[in-house]
């Protein structure tokens, strides 16, 4: 089946500053993506989507980057804040595109 | 209305007793969700409700019984629990039924406690 994985379970950036969040998934014909943000004590909010016949979507400060000759998905926060702090999810389509398989996580904190 | 409610938010049960979580979307979503969550971890998928009628059971104990009184409502009724049962159990809802790339949108999720 599907697995999804990535590079840094935890990530310290600088107010002000870019945040990167990786993701790597297996199913080459995964056709839908997902970020979700998940504050403390809170549910995953839904950040931004993408489909696999894009490479690249922008929302509000936050871009998502798909390459899928690698089959790498990247979250890309611009001028980070401490309201970013919190743990990022991405979630893949899986291999009978009917669920979500979800990565582990990466607990973004921002430093003052 | 644009959010997906859960009650109650904290629940403490012991291993004998019979509870239940209610979970509530009014945005007219075809398909709801009961996620696991345990600390540190990714939501793990238990049960998928399309257009009312239970799509998708991943192995879940028979401890744990979904129910889907109508498209607005789901609900997971506890009983005879485990402590390893502890976790925070999400409810999500997604606008088109029969799975596939439909986002899903999470509640607040009641957080368990089983002694």
């Known amino acids: 089946g599907e697995s999804v994985g990535l590079h840094l379970p935890t990530l310290s950036v600088q107010e002000g500053d870019n945040s990167i969040i990786n993701c790597a998934y297996s199913?080459?014909?995964?056709?839908?993506f997902i970020w979700y943000k998940q504050e403390s004590g809170k549910g995953p909010q839904f950040i931004i989507d993408i489909r696999s016949n894009m490479d690249k979507r922008q929302g509000q400060r936050v871009t998502v980057l798909l390459n899928k000759t690698v089959k790498h998905l990247s979250l890309q926060i611009a001028a980070t804040q401490p309201g970013d702090s919190a743990v990022y999810f991405c979630?893949?389509?899986?291999?009978?595109?009917?669920?979500?398989?979800f990565g582990p996580g990466t607990r973004l904190s921002v430093l003052p | 209305d644009t959010e997906v409610t859960q009650t109650p938010k904290h629940l403490v049960m012991g291993m004998t007793n019979k509870k239940s979580l209610k979970c509530e979307q009014h945005?007219?979503?075809?398909?709801m969700y009961w996620y696991k969550q345990k600390a540190k971890k990714p939501p793990e998928l238990m049960f998928v409700?399309?257009?009312?009628?239970?799509?998708i059971n991943e192995s879940v104990p028979s401890r744990f019984s979904p129910e889907c009184p109508n498209s607005s409502l789901l609900n997971l009724h506890l009983h005879a629990l485990q402590p390893e049962d502890s976790a925070l159990y999400l409810c999500?809802?997604?606008?088109?039924?029969?799975?596939?790339?439909?986002?899903?949108?999470f509640g607040p999720g009641t957080r368990l406690t089983v002694l």
């Open positions: 199913n080459s014909a995964s056709d839908y």
């Open positions: 945005m007219g979503h075809r398909a």
């Open positions: 409700y399309s257009y009312e009628k239970l799509s």
């Open positions: 999500a809802s997604s606008p088109k039924g029969g799975g596939g790339a439909d986002t899903q949108y």
């Open positions: 979630a893949v389509l899986d291999n009978y595109g009917q669920n979500f398989v």
